[in-house]
């Protein structure tokens, strides 16, 4: 009995799997350092530029070199009574504002009639409209220059604004279908039968219901809008027309000495608009609720 026992217990110890050899305390000590020095330098690495911006913004001095500032607010008021800064910020604020409002419009169309009906090559037609971001705009920046000429819209507010909303309209669709999927359609039957007409049921039904999936299209659409550089540097040849991104482009390339105050006070309000929307529509994103809408 005590053989077997024995024998038993040895062909147990034998299958469990050794257990894993840790490493001396030294070992362990100086991977921690390493993680630790490595997540230092990828903070600084981000970091760094943000403090560059703020401090040299605010810096009578300001120069190409983090430094302690001498404290002054003379570059912000610089950057506003310029006659051309004002005019890049307000051009900015038209154009992003302009494409992400008919960038809804139609995102919102759109996708209701990709969730609410059903055609023959919908799933094709959403991949295929998926794919157009999958393409560089590099590649077609040449093509969109050339219609915008055959159509008589390039150099101009709406030729630039209908490019930006097309543009992010793929995603537009996307997110907003995945959200309208999620509004029961017994909401608007029942719409339909008060005497609410289809429209009229988007409006009461539909709209409350998807304010998230708005605001994250908002967010996002104005984001691409308000970043984007290319686009308006093809389209655009008056400097009248200009965006605040071309303008911070010009002013760094400048052939004579670069205003470092006025370029970092002008970087600091440019981040100003998309924060303050994104502080906004935080607040909202997460308002809308479909619990207790509809009653079995």
Request: aromatic share 12%.
């Amino acid at each position: 009995m005590t053989a077997t026992t024995t024998t038993a217990e040895k062909t147990r110890k034998l299958a469990e799997p050794a257990a894993p050899r840790r490493g001396t305390p030294g070992w362990r000590t100086l991977q921690h350092a390493l993680q630790y020095a490595l997540m230092v330098l990828l903070a600084l690495f981000c970091v760094v530029p943000f403090a560059w911006v703020v401090l040299t913004a605010v810096d009578a001095d300001g120069g190409s070199t983090v430094t302690l500032p001498s404290f002054t607010l003379d570059n912000f008021a610089r950057f506003f009574t310029d006659g051309d800064t004002p005019r890049l910020f307000l051009n900015s604020v038209v154009v992003s504002f302009a494409a992400t409002a008919l960038n809804l419009a139609c995102g919102v169309l759109g996708a209701y009639g990709l969730s609410r009906y059903r055609f023959r090559g919908r799933r094709t037609f959403m991949f295929s409209i998926l794919l157009i971001r999958v393409i560089p705009p590099p590649a077609t920046i040449v093509a969109l220059y050339l219609l915008m000429v055959k159509m008589h819209l390039d150099d101009s507010y709406l030729g630039l604004i209908l490019v930006e909303a097309a543009s992010a309209l793929p995603i537009t669709l996307w997110l907003l279908k995945g959200t309208i999927d999620a509004v029961p359609f017994e909401l608007e039957e029942a719409a339909w039968l008060d005497g609410s007409t289809r429209f009229g049921a988007v409006r009461r039904i539909v709209l409350p219901l998807v304010g998230p999936g708005l605001g994250a299209a908002a967010m996002l659409t104005f984001m691409a809008v308000w970043g984007d550089f290319l686009t308006p540097l093809v389209l655009l040849q008056s400097p009248d027309l200009y965006p605040l991104s071309i303008g911070l482009f010009r002013a760094f390339t400048a052939f004579n000495q670069v205003d470092w105050g006025v370029l970092a006070a002008s970087s600091v309000v440019y981040t100003v608009p998309p924060a303050v929307l994104y502080v906004f529509l935080r607040r909202h994103l997460m308002r809308s609720n479909l619990s207790g809408a509809v009653k079995s």
